[in-house]
């Protein structure tokens, strides 16, 4: 029997991180990993500003979604995000998901990208989030559920230092989950050139 789901690709939209950034992030995650195993941490080079998540889509929707991209390139210049903070999702009482919070000074193209993604996507057939636009960093999401009091302070007392990085790409991303972790492969790639 044929099985649909083969044809299927699991893909993402994300502004990638600079190598420096991800290593600094490696460290601190080394840090919050000796305070709690509960928590599936994510590795270092796959952490990610993500703007849409598809889940599994086919093959010829993500055709679409690259002919729509280099449009993408002339909406905006590169442009400074700064990591300020953390948190996590949905409260402090009961985490799913720890993150780093990220935040743009004095200007507003990470919403301006956003939303217009979130527009031409709906264009295609493609929902939009209802969410609100929160812009972080996932960090790690909890396996189980223990007492994260002993992590949340650690977080609370040793922040990440405040740091501002300059996005100039945005990236298609295939996520292939595997039995060590989710391995990433760039689809296409836009760069900011206003």
């Not at 709690?36 to 952490?47: M, S």
């Not at 780093?100 to 527009?119: H, K, M, R, T």
């Amino acid at each position: 029997m044929y099985d649909q789901r083969s044809t299927l690709i699991r893909c993402f939209i994300a502004i990638p991180l600079p190598t420096e950034i991800r290593d600094r992030i490696g460290a601190y995650l080394g840090e919050l990993k000796s305070v709690n195993q509960a928590v599936k941490w994510v590795r270092a080079e796959n952490i990610h500003l993500t703007l849409k998540f598809f889940g599994e889509i086919e093959a010829e929707k993500i055709e679409k979604i690259k002919t729509l991209l280099p449009a993408l390139g002339k909406i905006s210049s590169p442009f400074r995000l700064e990591i300020s903070g953390s948190g996590c999702f949905p409260n402090k009482k009961k985490p799913h998901i720890f993150w780093l919070a990220l935040s743009q000074q004095g200007s507003e193209e990470l919403q301006v990208i956003y939303s217009w993604l979130e527009d031409h996507l709906a264009g295609l057939g493609f929902e939009r989030d209802t969410r609100k636009f929160s812009p972080h960093l996932t960090l790690g999401r909890v396996k189980t559920q223990t007492d994260f009091r002993p992590l949340l302070d650690r977080m609370e007392k040793s922040p990440f230092p405040a740091t501002a990085f300059e996005v100039s790409v945005l990236e298609l991303i295939r996520s292939q989950l595997t039995p060590a972790g989710a391995r990433y492969t760039t689809l296409a790639a836009v760069t900011f050139n206003l």
